[in-house]
């Protein structure tokens, strides 16, 4: 059984071909080198002090459901915590989705990126162009094809089939 697509009052089903199709949802794995172990001390007290907040005061989690456009995202940090990956799935094209990022949340980017390697200048917010080939040079991809269970299926879509369900 395909998803309902409600603009079109069409399913899945009806085009055999729709599995098939690059999904409307891209990955981001964001890795970012970590300038010391002192950075990384102030880095983690402070996404923990972050992720630890009720979802209703965490900027990030106030940020993502304003959006709509992000399926997943999480930090971990990897390689003995010398480095940090932001790693994601959203709808839409990459310069949408970062811009949209820099104007809800880019003070957590600016202090995050404050304890990185080769970070973009600061803000981020007068420094877009910059942050945006920042995140492109050091953002891993994946290797093709990108698995979605539901490749037409974008955050409104399914938010809509659960609250319609």
Do not use: C
């Amino acid at each position: 059984m395909g998803l309902f697509d409600f603009s079109t009052g069409k399913s899945d089903d009806a085009d055999p071909g729709a599995t098939r199709r690059k999904p409307v949802q891209s990955p981001l794995t964001l890795i970012m080198t970590i300038r010391s172990s002192e950075d990384f001390e102030a880095l983690n007290a402070r996404i923990q002090e972050i992720q630890s907040a009720l979802p209703e005061q965490n900027p990030i989690w106030i940020a993502l459901d304003k959006l709509r456009i992000v399926h997943f995202a999480r930090f971990v940090f990897l390689e003995n915590n010398t480095k940090l990956a932001i790693i994601t799935t959203y709808d839409g094209s990459f310069d949408d989705y970062l811009n949209e990022f820099i104007d809800e949340i880019g003070d957590i980017f600016n202090a995050l990126l404050e304890h990185m390697e080769g970070a973009p200048p600061l803000p981020v917010q007068r420094n877009r162009s910059q942050f945006r080939e920042y995140v492109k040079a050091n953002d891993l991809g994946g290797i093709e094809p990108f698995y979605s269970a539901y490749p037409s299926a974008t955050v409104l879509d399914i938010q809509a089939a659960l609250t319609d369900g």
